[in-house]
T-cell receptor, first 109, second 114 residues
Framework: DAKTTQPTSMDCAEGRAANLPCNHS???????VYWYRQIHSQGPQYIIH???NNETNEMASLIITEDRKSSTLILPHATLRDTAVYYC??????????FGAGTRLTVKP | DVKVTQSSRYLVKRTGEKVFLECVQD?????MFWYRQDPGLGLRLIYF???????EKGDIPEGYSVSREKKERFSLILESASTNQTSMYLC?????????????FGSGTRLTVV
């Protein structure tokens, strides 16, 4: 599976959109992009995933560039409860999920 | 609400003890996984299972074994606990091997070996 690069930490003001970037320049055509988050002392929580097209669900939007070498997770109106570590993972179907260090997002009042 | 349940939230065991960490899922998932999480090292895969009675080594299987006698239950066994196995242990499950759906995690077991 391709490796990902994420910023170590980010801040966001409450109520504003949080845009979390992820680089995956070696992604191959059959690899999906997944996003998870982990709130302190809890297990990771699935947020969203996509292959080529942009995706949206009740939690977030996922924007994947046309060349698929990077993606952005968007939390449209961040709240204090969105403070967490966010993991970007690329994975081929059938492979297990490998987590990197992620981005620590702090939402500030 | 679908769930992955880990039997203990906190556990303290002595060095040399045999330790069982239990994980049960109610989603009829084929796949189950055990990770450990340590500060600065992220989540590391210990073992996983794609079916009953099947097991595969992850990245750090040394000192651990697993058991999957029933589809819904995946146990992690520390044969002889050591202090370097003090960690947060996370269980996860997912649909079959060729599904793109993600994993569902349990809340974790914080194990301290003294």
């Amino acid at each position: 599976d391709a490796k990902t690069t994420q910023p170590t930490s980010m801040d966001c003001a409450e109520g504003r959109a949080a845009n979390l970037p992820c680089n995956h320049s070696t992604i191959s055509g059959n690899e999906y992009v997944y996003w998870y988050r982990q709130i302190h002392s809890q297990g990771p929580q699935y947020i969203i995933h996509g292959l080529k097209n942009n995706e949206t669900n009740e939690m977030a939007s996922l924007i994947i560039t046309e060349d698929r070498k990077s993606s952005t997770l968007i939390l449209p109106h961040a709240t204090l409860r969105d403070t967490a570590v966010y993991y970007c993972i690329v994975r081929v179907d059938g492979n297990d999920m490998r987590f990197g260090a992620g981005t620590r997002l702090t939402v500030k009042p | 609400d679908v769930k992955v349940t880990q039997s203990s939230r906190y556990l303290v065991k002595r060095t040399g003890e045999k330790v069982f960490l239990e994980c049960v899922q109610d989603m009829d998932h084929e796949n189950m996984f055990w990770y450990r999480q340590d500060p600065g090292l992220g989540l590391r895969l210990i073992y996983f299972s794609y079916d009953v009675k099947m097991k595969e080594k992850g990245d750090i299987p040394e000192g651990y074994s697993v058991s999957r006698e029933k589809k819904e239950r995946f146990s992690l066994i520390l044969e002889s606990a050591s202090t370097n196995q003090t960690s947060m242990y996370l269980c996860a499950s997912s649909w079959g091997a060729y599904s793109s759906y993600g994993y569902t995690f349990g809340s974790g077991t914080r194990l301290t070996v003294v």
